[in-house]
C-alpha cells in the first residue's frame, strides 16, 4: 500500500520535499493510516514538517473525549505535534443554516483553515479513500448530479487539500493498520444509517458489490477519474472561450456572439452558458439544469427579441445576432423567486420553485399564502395539522425547496414504517381533482418529498426521542 500511496503523490503532485503538512485526523482507521504513512514517507523521501489536527464535535459525549484522548497519544508516540479545539456544534446549528452534517464539515475546515494559517503549513491532507470516492459518486448519481458532481473527489482541492489515500480501499487500509499493529478508534455514529451516505456505505453499495460487480468500488474510482479529467478539459476550453469574450462576472452587460455559439457543439454550449450565470451568483451555486435549457431555447430558437428573467436579478435576452446577459435594477431575494418562478413558465410548464432559508419565510404566489419555517423548543411540539407540522432538521438534506408536485416524486408517509409512495398515489387516494395537482405546494430536500400539506408528512423527518432540535413548518 505504501507504493500505491506513493505513486498517487507523484501522479499528482500532492506532496514536494520540506512541504509543511496539517493532517486531519479523528483517530479512525482511515486518518491514522494516513497519518503513519506519511510519517514514514517523510522519514523516507520527503522531509515533511507535519502537525496534526483534530476537531472534538462532542456529539457523542464521553466517545468523542475518549477519541482526542487516542489522537493526543498516537501524536505524543510519534512525537507530532496536535492543534485540538471543541467544537460547540449546537452553536454553530443556531448561529448558521444547514444540517447537522454541514454544520460540522463547515467547522472542521474552518478549524484546518485557521491552524493552517496561523502555523505556517501549505497543505491539509484528509484521509478521504477509494471507498469514499464511489460513496461520493454513488449518492451524487442518485441525486440527479452531472459530470460536474460524477467526478467525485479530486485528489486535491485549491492547491492545499490533498488526499494521499484516495486511491487505495477500505480494505486495504485496514490490512496494513493490522500489519503495523495500529490501534484505532471506530465512530459508533457510522453505524447508523441516519443519513444518506451511511445506507450507500451499510446498505446500497455492499449489495451491488455482492449481487453485481466485485470490483464496483475500483470501476467507480476509475470512471470518476475519466470524468474528472474530461471535465477538466472542458472546464479549460470554457474558460478560454469566456476569457476571449472578456467575460469578468462583473459586466453590468456581456454580449455574446449566437453564430459563435451555435459552431459550437451543444455540450460545450451549455457549459459556457451555465459558466456565465454562475459568475453572476453570490455564492457561484443556484444554477440548475432547467436555467440552462432556457437559455438554449433562445439560442436555437428563432425569436430575434426573446427575453428571460433569470435567478440572481439577471435578464437574458436576444438582440439578433447576440445573446444578452444583463444585470437587472432593484435586486432582492423575493425578485429572485419571482425569477424562478417566470422562467419555468417560459420553459413552457406552470411550474414553480423557490429556495428555502431557515429561518425565514416563502410566499407563494400560486397559491395565494406564505409557507413559514421556524426552530421552536421541544416544549413547544404539539400534534400536527393540515397547516402546521414539527420536523427534525437533522434529517433534511439540503437544499430545501416548495414546489409543485412532478412525475416521479415520492414520500415515505408517515406510519409507513419508511415504505415510499408516489405522490402521484397519494392524490389519487385522497381523490385530489388533477388540476388542483399541480397547485398543491409540495416541501421537497435533496432526497425526497418532505410534506404534502394537508396529506401527508415523511416519516423520515419525524419527532422522535432522538431529536434534539425542532423545525416548525406553517402553511397560510
Known amino acids: 500500500m505504501m507504493n500505491k500511496v506513493r ?7 500532492l506532496l514536494h520535499k520540506r512541504d509543511r503538512v ?6 479512525g482507521p482511515d486518518s491514522v493510516a494516513l497519518l503513519k504513512i506519511l510519517n514514514r514517507l517523510s ?32 501524536c505524543e508516540s510519534l512525537k507530532i505535534p496536535l492543534f485540538t479545539r471543541k467544537a460547540d456544534i449546537g452553536e454553530a446549528l443556531r448561529r448558521n443554516k444547514g444540517s447537522l452534517e454541514e454544520t460540522c464539515r463547515r467547522e472542521r475546515y474552518a478549524f484546518f483553515d485557521e491552524v493552517r494559517s496561523r502555523e505556517g503549513m501549505n497543505r491539509v491532507a484528509l484521509g478521504h479513500h477509494l471507498d469514499d470516492q464511489a460513496e461520493t459518486v454513488l449518492m451524487r448519481l442518485l441525486r440527479g448530479s452531472g459530470p460536474e458532481g460524477l467526478r467525485g473527489m479530486t485528489p486535491m482541492r485549491d492547491h492545499v487539500y490533498i488526499r494521499p489515500l484516495i486511491e487505495v480501499t477500505r480494505k486495504e487500509i485496514l490490512a496494513f493498520l493490522e500489519r503495523e499493529g495500529a ?15 451511511n445506507r450507500i456505505r451499510r446498505r446500497l453499495l455492499p449489495e451491488l458489490v455482492e449481487g453485481y460487480n466485485p470490483r464496483l468500488v475500483e470501476n467507480l474510482g476509475r470512471m470518476a477519474e475519466i470524468i474528472r479529467m474530461e471535465d477538466d478539459y472542458i472546464q479549460k476550453v470554457v474558460e478560454d472561450m469566456l476569457n476571449r469574450w472578456n467575460v469578468t462576472g462583473l459586466d453590468e452587460i456581456l454580449n455574446i456572439p449566437i453564430d459563435e455559439l451555435r459552431l459550437m457543439h451543444e455540450a460545450l454550449r451549455q457549459r459556457i452558458v451555465k459558466a456565465i450565470l454562475l459568475r453572476r451568483s453570490p455564492l457561484k451555486s443556484g444554477i440548475g439544469y432547467r436555467h440552462v435549457k432556457a437559455v438554449m431555447k433562445i439560442i436555437n430558437g428563432e425569436n430575434p427579441g ?13 438582440e439578433y445576432s447576440a445573446l444578452c446577459f444583463e444585470m437587472r435594477a432593484g435586486s432582492s431575494r423575493a425578485a429572485s423567486e419571482m425569477d424562478t418562478k417566470r422562467l419555468d413558465d417560459n420553459i413552457g410548464g406552470n411550474t414553480y420553485s423557490y429556495n428555502v432559508e431557515v429561518p425565514g419565510e416563502i410566499d407563494i404566489p400560486e397559491r395565494g399564502g406564505t409557507m413559514s419555517f421556524r426552530y421552536v423548543e421541544r416544549s413547544q411540539v404539539a400534534v400536527g395539522s393540515d397547516r402546521v407540522v414539527f420536523v427534525d432538521p437533522d434529517r433534511i438534506y439540503l437544499p430545501m425547496k416548495v414546489r409543485n408536485w412532478m412525475p416521479g416524486d415520492r414520500i415515505d408517509p408517515l406510519g409507513m414504517k419508511g415504505k415510499r409512495k408516489k405522490v402521484q398515489d397519494v392524490f389519487m387516494d385522497e381523490k ?13 430536500d435533496g432526497e425526497s418529498v418532505i410534506w404534502i400539506p394537508g396529506l401527508r408528512l415523511s416519516e423520515r423527518v419525524r419527532v422522535t426521542n432522538r431529536t434534539w432540535r425542532v423545525l416548525k413548518i406553517e402553511i397560510n
Open 7 to 13: 505513486r498517487t503523490i507523484e501522479k499528482h503532485g
Open 432 to 444: 385530489v381533482p388533477r388540476l388542483k395537482r399541480a397547485k398543491i405546494p409540495l416541501l421537497v
Open 43 to 74: 522519514a523516507q523521501d520527503y522531509d515533511l514538517t507535519l502537525a496534526v489536527a483534530h476537531l472534538n464535535h462532542g456529539l457523542r459525549g464521553v466517545e468523542s473525549d475518549q477519541e482526542e484522548i487516542f489522537v493526543r497519544r498516537l
Open 306 to 318: 426573446a427575453v428571460l428573467d433569470m435567478p440572481f436579478n439577471v435578464r437574458v435576452r436576444r
Open 183 to 197: 490501534a484505532f478508534v471506530e465512530d459508533s455514529s457510522n453505524e447508523r444509517d441516519i443519513c444518506l451516505r
Open 22 to 27: 496539517l493532517v486531519a485526523v479523528s483517530g
